[in-house]
């Protein structure tokens, strides 16, 4: 019986958040006064006080109602009898505890709440052991070994809760030992050495990575209160052996305590001298597995370098100044720290001379996102955000500042990424921070206009024949401040920059720098729109147009390579230009539809006259863009009052014309290249048509198209004998990453045109099936397509889900309709696999109870309906389905209580059907759903348990 406990529930916020010791009723003749709960009518203290007085008059009694205090602590239940008496045979009372835990996995220190579990046990403890202190000298050493004696039997537990308890409650007693007592107390001194010895030594090395981290805290608090008591300076050494190991809390404790209490001038040559001894698993620390890890042992390492530049050898700084590159930010910010230490340059270095110094890294670490340096650099090193030198150094000949090319080429990277995050803001794709704030700077933006803007057109000049510069340096303007050419009449600059655009968009082949530069073209244009953009759109047009005419008008056999070469590079053009300009005022759309289904035609024939294989895809791409733009341009046709009937006409003629090539290219068993491209653009184009059915306009409405039953199998078709053609382990491997994107590409396609409602939902549950499976490669992608359809339409997600199960519940039991319930063939692979779809099916629902209500109902009722469908007539054949309950159970939690009951009234009405046709096995079913639909009665414990 304990006269000091604490409340247990079951739920486990309360069970801590209410521990509270409390004088028992058994106990007010031996306690006094003390008999209500701490923090209502009395202190710890006082209670701390009753014990006292209790333990003065009942030593006995009063130890026995202490180790129930750690018992209870631990979570146990146990009660110790009151008639136990000295001495205590600890095993026994620990034997007989760990037959009362409830969870041996759940208990007070490892619940959420936990830190103040610990703070109120401190608390109480404290105050105990200075109502002990005045005790008489016999009965203080007879308490003090009791409870450490205890607490150390228990810490020695194989039973991981009275292990981990224990040791807690040991370190806490060793702290305040050394709060309350001086060096000249011998007995506090032998205790303390004792345990420090027999418990602090051996947990310190246990196998719970908690009670490690544990030792290695409250280590470094007693280090740092009392540095020179019990423990000397060569006991520093146990942080540092600390670093080896394999949970990286303990690794990260042990190094923010070696940083605290190195400021300590008495143990500095000792942390300098450990530091050096232990810096090659430092040094491993940094480039570990565990970014907090990594990011604390550099930060640690620096600030040791700061003392001690000794302690990293050149070629330790070297790997350590590569994790600037690294994808978590604040590893990369420590590694940058290290670098603007040693290589910021020096006093009276010029711009150049320092600015090799960020190169050479650069360059060094062979990585090609500049992003990643800026990143890292911005916030503390102003030379990644010094662009008036570095533009200087880029007009300059920059051989004479011994610059070579690729010294260049990365000052330019470089200068890109500084202008693009201080505008934006925007952190670098692929790298992930604890905080994805957004932080622009519109006074740099400005300022990076003011000095680029003059200059642009001649570095563009300088860098034309290297491609990479070129297109940063294309993509510079999206960053400028536009009111900067609306000021002082300086719009010139402008229309030099994109006659300058001109120049390089007609003269180059390349269609990544041509998207570059399109990209920024459009961008201008719609910032400040010039008659100049139109007039490029239009030279473009026309020489496309020229090309073309020119290859027609030609027999066969006078055809060159030349013309052919010059119909390509003028249809690279119209196909970049169209992705981001509306060229429906040139009516190139059925041109370029004719010519596609020319190249069709022609590639179909043994020996036809065909362009290289690239102008098939361009035509391709290109149609696409101008279908779209055709599409919207629908709305703003109807407000001019043109004759709708024949322009829907034509766009409705045009759609099947292009639906007839991408679907050749789609069929079964398509080998085609260019497939996966003509996938994706059905989808879209289903998408962007199939939502005009709705529309009040009937001239509108014609040229809807609903998919048909054959198209869509087609594409299912598709999908699926690619989405299976590897296996998951073989798409995550390095060398399928380019396959793995295309099929991502068609899967999100497919998926897009289901879950917006152009085709039903339920077809996407042949996919969904594979969720667990395929989540590796394609987890993302489906997880995404399920909440907007989820968002979309509750009702038909419901049924989705249920079908999903519903394929692989048949895969389980291949053989139900021939066997009853017992009999049935079951594939235990395949019934796990449906199981943990499930699980991840209602982990998508589970965040949001209330709002998803709805879907979930629908999904319990269609399920039991499913289960009993034959219920009436046939009895015995509903049970060969009762399995499937164990499926729908696992979406109980998710119904709200109100809808429980209504549940459970709607399931009871089919089990009273088949009660009679049921065997112990169906029966078993019956009862487990219906019990988690059943209100449940709250679990409670007496206060003595």
Not at 632 to 658: F, I, K, P, R, S
């Amino acid at each position: 019986m304990s006269d000091i406990s604490f409340e247990d529930a079951v739920n486990d916020s309360q069970a801590c958040d209410q521990m509270d010791f409390e004088t028992r009723e058994e106990s007010r003749k031996r306690l006094g006064p003390s008999n209500s709960r701490i923090g209502r009518n009395f202190t710890i203290e006082r209670v701390a006080k009753g014990w006292g007085e209790f333990y003065l008059d009942s030593p006995t009694a009063a130890l026995v109602s202490l180790l129930q205090f750690v018992v209870e602590a631990s979570g146990s239940h146990y009660q110790i009898p009151e008639d136990t008496s000295l001495p205590f045979s600890y095993s026994e009372i620990l034997s007989n505890s760990s037959s009362h835990l409830s969870n041996t996995y759940i208990y007070p220190l490892i619940r959420k709440p936990a830190d103040v579990f610990v703070n109120q046990v401190g608390s109480f403890l404290n105050a105990l052991l200075m109502v002990a202190s005045e005790f008489p000298s016999d009965s203080y050493r007879l308490f003090l070994e009791q409870l450490t004696n205890f607490v150390m039997a228990c810490s020695e537990s194989s039973i991981r809760t009275f292990r981990h308890t224990g040791t807690m409650i040991g370190l806490k007693i060793m702290t305040i030992l050394s709060d309350l007592k001086s060096l000249k107390d011998e007995m506090a001194m032998t205790v303390w050495m004792r345990m420090f010895n027999s418990m602090f030594a051996v947990r310190s090395r246990d196998v719970v990575n908690d009670i490690r981290l544990l030792c290695i805290s409250e280590l470094g608090h007693w280090f740092a209160r009392y540095p020179h008591c019990y423990l000397q300076p060569t006991s520093l050494r146990i942080f540092y052996e600390a670093l080896n190991d394999g949970c990286g809390d303990v690794i990260q404790c042990s190094l923010d305590n070696i940083l605290v209490l190195c400021r300590n001038d008495g143990l500095l040559l000792q942390s300098l001298a450990l530091t050096t001894e232990f810096r090659e698993i430092l040094v491993e620390c940094c480039v570990g597995k565990e970014d907090a890890v990594a990011e604390k042992s550099v930060q640690f390492l620096t600030h040791f370098y700061v003392l001690s530049p000794e302690i990293l050898s050149d070629d330790d700084c070297r790997v350590l100044e590569q994790l600037i590159m690294a994808a978590n930010r604040g590893l990369a910010q420590a590694a940058a720290d290290l670098f603007i230490l040693r290589r910021n340059g020096l006093e009276g270095e010029s711009f150049c001379q320092r600015i090799q110094h960020l190169l050479q890294l650069f360059v060094g670490s062979g990585h090609e996102q500049a992003d990643y340096l800026v990143d890292s650099l911005i916030d503390n090193c102003e030379l990644v955000l010094d662009w008036k030198p570095m533009i200087a150094v880029l007009l300059e000949n920059p051989k004479s500042h011994e610059l070579s090319d690729i010294y260049c080429s990365s000052l330019i990277a470089i200068l890109l990424a500084g202008v693009k995050q201080a505008t934006t803001g925007e952190i670098p794709p692929g790298r992930y921070t604890k905080d994805l704030r957004r932080e622009p700077r519109p006074s740099l933006g400005r300022q990076a206009t003011n000095w680029l803007a003059p200059v642009l057109p001649e570095l563009l000049r300088t860098y034309a024949n290297s491609l990479e510069d070129a297109e940063r340096l294309l993509e510079l303007p999206k960053y400028f401040c536009f009111e900067y050419y609306q000021e002082e009449n300086r719009m010139g600059q402008l229309n030099e920059l994109v006659e300058h655009f001109e120049l390089i968009i007609f003269g180059q082949t390349s269609t990544s720098v041509l998207e570059s530069a399109m990209q920024t073209l459009e961008f201008l244009n719609r910032m400040i729109p010039n008659s100049l953009t139109k007039q490029l759109l239009n030279g473009a047009v026309t020489n496309y147009k020229m090309a073309w005419q020119r290859t027609q008008d030609q027999s066969p056999s006078k055809r060159t390579q030349t013309g052919a070469n010059r119909l390509l590079d003028t249809l690279r053009l119209i196909t970049v230009l169209s992705g981001h300009f509306n060229l429906s005022e040139w009516d190139l759309t059925e041109p370029l539809l004719f010519s596609l289904k020319m190249l069709l035609r022609q590639r179909r024939l043994p020996n036809g006259d065909v362009l290289p294989p690239e102008a098939f895809s361009l035509y391709l791409k290109a149609c696409f863009c101008c279908l779209c733009w055709d599409m919207e341009n629908l709305e703003g046709t109807a407000l001019n009052n043109v004759d709708m009937d024949e322009y829907c006409a034509a766009l409705h003629q045009n759609l099947e014309d292009y639906l007839y090539v991408t679907f050749s290219l789609v069929g079964k068993s398509s080998t085609e290249p260019l497939a996966y491209h003509g996938f994706s653009y059905i989808c879209d184009l289903f998408v962007l048509h199939g939502n005009l059915s709705g529309s009040s306009n009937p001239s509108i409405c014609s040229v809807a198209h609903v998919p048909s039953a054959n198209e869509v199998d087609i594409l299912e078709g598709f999908l699926m004998e690619h989405f299976l053609e590897l296996s998951p382990s073989d798409l995550m491997q390095e060398t399928n990453a380019e396959q793995l994107q295309r099929i991502r590409s068609i899967l999100t396609s497919y998926l897009k045109v289901v879950c917006l409602g152009v085709v039903p939902t339920m077809r996407a549950s042949k996919f969904y099936e594979y969720y667990v499976k395929y989540h590796a490669p394609f987890g993302d992608v489906l997880r995404c397509s399920m909440e907007l359809a989820l968002q979309r339409n509750p009702i038909h997600f419901a049924m989705t889900m249920l079908h999903t199960c519903l394929l692989l519940y048949a895969k389980a039991f291949p053989d139900d309709t021939r066997r009853s319930a017992e009999q049935r063939a079951l594939k235990p692979a395949e019934f796990s696999e449906l199981m943990a779809v499930a699980n991840r099916l209602a982990k998508i629902l589970i965040s949001h109870p209330v709002e998803h209500r709805e879907c979930v109902i629908v999904f319990h009722r269609s399920g039991i309906m499913f289960v009993f469908e034959s219920a009436q007539k046939q009895p015995a054949e509903a049970t060969k389905k009762l399995p499937f309950l164990r499926v729908l159970k696992v979406f109980v939690p998710l119904l709200l209580v109100q809808d429980k009951s209504s549940i459970l009234h709607f399931f009871e009405h089919y089990e009273q059907l088949v009660l009679p046709a049921c065997n112990r096995n169906d029966i078993a079913h019956l009862k487990k759903y219906r019990n988690a639909l059943s209100p449940r009665n709250i679990k409670t414990y007496s206060q003595a348990t």
